[in-house]
């Protein structure tokens, strides 16, 4: 942690202490964040301040990789223009990015779910191709499910419906008993939720923070044909993946299981005024569980 606030005028401190160039655009706070806080910069671009990360493993991820993804990838991403150097003003890293437009799915809806199924089936063909040897290895994404047992039992402990329980219990040991990926690590975002997702006109429109980005087992990503999309469409979207054989949708399926427990657990968090607390994620999180229950 820091006990330095970050406001707008510390932002614009730090550019025009590292890049006077862009110190003169309008500066505008982006609510939300905790790992990183999010401002505005001009039209274009935006700053990703280290906030509560306790180390810059995660923004050097995304300085390092995404410039080497970004151009394959079917819908946009934030790309870093700018480095931000630890300093006196600020004693953390900092990144100048290109803004994805959009609103965050945690804030909209997607009502095209067909297209928004087809969007981030390809999107995703795109990204899960086999990482270089050097790219980076989780923790706590990427990994099989068996590593996530103790996390998924906090969450289940707190959160789980008990009308639901022992479902939700079936799904996941379904899923860590199923065969591990057999490929190669391929590229994976690793945190797809309602907040690290764009929407415009109803549909997926970009997708943000690859701080966890890593090479590991693609099902982690396909969790999201349940986390985010309308009820009904998991199986359009499987369909259009069509790289996902019966092992990857059953681990899938648990770890969809286990991001909505999560969501609701942030959203009980919020309700409780604790810190890092999303009480809207609450909401989001039963809906997605719901999803997984209902299969494909």
């Known amino acids: 942690m820091t006990d330095t606030e970050i406001t707008a005028d510390v932002v614009r401190d730090l550019l025009q202490d ?29 700053v990703r301040v280290q906030r509560m990360d306790p180390t810059p493993e995660f923004q050097l991820r995304e300085r390092r990789w995404l410039p080497v993804l970004a151009p394959r990838l079917p819908l946009p991403v ?43 089936a390809g999107f995703l063909r795109a990204l899960h191709v086999e990482a270089p040897a050097e790219a980076p290895i989780g923790p ?7 590593t996530c047992t103790d996390s998924f039992d906090h969450f289940f402990d707190a959160v789980v419906p008990g009308a639901v329980a022992d479902e939700v219990r079936a799904v996941w040991d ?3 008993a199923a065969p591990e990926w057999q490929g190669p690590p391929v590229w ?10 764009v929407v415009t006109d109803g549909t997926l429109a970009g997708i943000v923070d690859f701080g966890a980005l890593c090479a590991g087992d693609p099902a982690w990503d396909l969790a999201a044909g349940w986390v985010l999309l309308p009820a009904g469409t998991a199986a359009s ?12 949708i059953r681990r899938a399926r648990g770890l969809a299981a ?39």
């Not at 994976?188 to 997702?197: E, Q, S, T, Y």
């Open 188 to 197: 994976v975002h690793g945190d797809l939720h309602p907040a690290n997702v």
């Open 140 to 146: 706590g994404f990427g990994t099989h499910l068996k």
């Open 78 to 120: 934030p790309t870093p223009v700018r480095f931000g150097e630890p300093s006196e003003r600020y004693p953390k890293h900092w990144t100048v990015m290109t803004w994805v437009p959009g609103e965050p799915l945690d804030h909209g809806s997607i009502s095209r779910g067909s297209h928004a199924a087809r969007a981030l």
């Open 258 to 296: 286990m991001k909505s427990l999560f969501l609701m657990l942030m959203g009980q968090n919020g309700d409780r005024g604790l810190p890092g607390g999303k009480p809207h994620w609450g909401p989001a999180g039963r809906a997605a569980l719901d999803r997984v229950l209902s299969g494909m």
């Open 174 to 176: 379904d899923a860590v």
């Open 237 to 248: 979207f499987f369909d259009t993946y069509a790289h996902a054989d019966e092992a990857a």
């Open 18 to 46: 590292q890049h006077p160039d862009l110190a003169e655009l309008p500066i505008r706070e982006v609510p939300g964040g905790w790992g990183n806080q999010m401002w505005r910069l001009g039209d274009e671009l935006a």
